[in-house]
């Protein structure tokens, strides 16, 4: 099997017979590799394989084929077009050469030249025709191009007034998910599936994730392991009009056993409430790559280990780093969207960490490609902390926080009288450290501040007010006084991490198969940043099984040819 999280699909899918049979489900997987005319690709054998083998999973009837010219591209997307009539589901997937021409959209035949521009529209597939074969399913109609979008082919413009690669479109009831914004490069990858569809298999197959969620996940994915070199880009979907549609179905409950007897009446209680009902959405920002300043050793580690404590206490996370302005003011923008869509009772999270500075009681989101040699610059080009509160404070949340583990020194002004930040009501800012002071990165893999709060918010039962104390404490004690954080709170309702039932309410039977995935994830990700043959051979054997097993088996077989081929130069 390609992947550990298909074990846990396959699964689902089984004891839920009625939700996925009930259903007809349908779809078109195209990889096409060996061109005529360009270089070969990689990875579309690959992405396609593994891509059709998870909607089968889902309970999709699938219809497979690689390396298709163009009469066998169009008899495939004919013959679809009539099996979609009227399905429930329909999803077309592409992994391949695409192009764009004159602010159109093409899929590209392995036998295509493409001279002249004009030539797609005889040699290639365009968009809107693959979006012409999914638009009469009754629910969900999804199009996904795994294709770089600068193009490859020696094109030669016939017509003078030809527009630039944009995205000035709507596709309306159609999702359509690009691997890359118009005019971009994929940024090769060496697993045996392309970055973009790596990412796909891992939330696509999240069983009951909506399929828009999982799809802005995938984006998030990809912007942070090419360093926001790729980014993803999604339109459309406005036929589900905020219906939650996932691809893998959730997992059905147990019927709850008929009471023999009336309940007893519960006794009072000032308790935190039980198991979170409400939504809990998280931003988890981590700036490490600064164009302008030294690197900060430990930010990726700390965001990973914070967004998936936030995750293990019920926060939907989206994670992003080495953030650019223009990146840091659009992730921002999309999080207060999401918030407002999730209306009154919703948590809203955001946590920072990265350079940071204070003026006059402001603190700021610092972009990595700002050039800081005064004052002014952090006031004209960085975020302020104050316009994020008040920003959060105009969406219909019950509960606002922001936490910044940053350094709050001033080092243009470092006499300057500390200000005041006012807080919105319904929020709460906690800081790693006092004003003034700098925040530790410390001496292991993660800063002081971000291991106790991943720490913490994990403990049942812990308002949020008694979580920071205790994080406090953590710090004050680990870096023997020199750091010691501090909140400022305006929350009106009671609000708890983890509730005083979470362990007890947990079900007796557990799901391990999550938590390894979660653990080889993160480990993945930290060996892939030292990449020794030494250490991938030391990550299998702590997972020696499932979808990172498979990618760490390609990394270690990459770099020990490479070596077989460097000692036989040398020899």
């Known amino acids: 099997m390609w992947y550990l999280t298909l074990l846990i699909s396959i699964s689902v899918v089984l ?5 996925s049979l009930a259903e007809r489900r349908v779809a078109l997987v195209v990889g096409n590799s060996t061109y005529e005319h360009v270089r070969t690709l990689d990875s579309p054998a690959g ?7 998870l909607l089968k999973t889902a309970g999709f009837q699938v219809s497979a084929a690689q390396n298709l010219n163009s009469v066998e591209f169009r008899r495939a ?9 009227n399905a429930d589901a329909a999803v077309v997937y592409f992994s391949g050469y695409g192009v764009q021409v004159r602010g159109r959209n093409y899929v590209v035949p392995v036998d295509a030249a493409l001279r002249f521009d004009i030539d797609v529209t005889d040699e290639a597939i365009s968009l809107d025709r693959l979006i012409e074969t999914v638009e009469e399913a009754k629910q969900l109609r999804l199009v996904v191009l795994d294709t770089c979008r600068a193009n490859p082919f020696p094109i030669t413009r016939r017509d003078p007034l030809a527009r630039e690669p944009s995205d000035t479109f709507d596709f309306g009831k159609t999702l359509v998910a690009f691997a890359a914004k118009p005019g971009t490069q994929c940024v090769d990858g060496t697993a045996p599936t392309s970055r973009f569809t790596t990412a796909l298999l891992r939330h696509l197959a999240t069983p009951g994730l909506d399929v828009g969620l999982a799809l802005r996940r995938v984006i998030d994915d990809v912007r942070q392991v090419t360093d926001n070199r790729q980014e993803p880009v999604l339109f459309g979907g406005s036929a589900l009009g905020g219906a939650e549609v996932p691809l893998v179905p959730a997992l059905a409950k147990a019927a709850a056993p008929a009471a ?8 009072a209680s000032t308790a935190i409430p039980s198991a979170p009902k409400a939504p809990r959405l998280a931003l988890v920002i981590g700036n490490e790559g600064y164009k302008f300043a030294p690197p900060l050793k430990n930010v990726i580690s700390d965001v990973l280990l914070v967004s998936d404590a936030l995750r293990a206490v019920g926060f939907d996370v989206r994670t992003a780093t080495n953030l650019d302005s223009v990146a840091l003011d659009r992730t ?13 009772d919703a948590a809203a999270l955001i946590f920072y960490a990265g350079q940071g500075v204070e003026i006059d009681g402001d603190n700021f989101f610092i972009p990595v490609d700002i050039k800081v040699r005064r004052q002014t610059d952090i006031l004209a ?7 994020v509160l008040n920003s959060l404070a105009l969406t219909p949340s019950a509960s606002r926080m922001v936490v910044f583990d940053t350094s709050r020194s001033n080092p243009f002004s470092p006499d300057a009288a500390a200000g005041t930040l006012a807080i919105p009501p319904a929020s709460l800012v906690a800081f790693s450290t006092s004003p003034g002071r700098e925040a530790s990165e410390g001496a292991a893999q993660n800063s002081p501040f971000a291991a106790a709060f991943a720490e913490t918010i994990k ?8 979580a920071f104390e205790k994080i406090r404490d953590k710090v004050r004690k680990a870096t023997d006084g020199q750091q010691v954080p501090q909140e400022n709170s305006s929350l009106a309702a009671p609000f708890a991490f983890a509730s005083a039932a979470a362990q007890s309410s947990r079900p007796s039977v557990s799901t391990p198969g999550a938590n390894a995935e979660n653990a080889a994830r993160t480990d993945y990700e930290l060996t892939l940043g030292i990449n020794t043959a030494a250490v991938w051979e030391a990550f ?4 020696p099984a499932g979808f990172y097993a498979t990618l760490a088996r390609a990394q270690l077989k990459r770099l020990t040819t490479a070596a077989s081929v460097t000692q036989a130069g040398r020899l």
């Open 459 to 466: 403990e049942p039962g812990l308002s949020v007010e008694e």
């Open 77 to 85: 997307v004919r013959e679809f077009t009539v099996s979609a009539r």
């Open 540 to 543: 299998l054997e702590v997972h």
């Open 15 to 19: 004891l839920n017979p009625d939700v």
């Open 47 to 53: 992405d396609a394989n593994a891509v059709a083998e």
């Open 332 to 344: 921002l923008r999309e999080f207060l969207t999401d918030v407002t869509a999730r209306g009154k």
């Open 381 to 387: 080009e960085a975020v302020p902390l104050s316009s």
């Open 260 to 267: 023999t007897q009336p309940a007893p009446k519960p006794a």
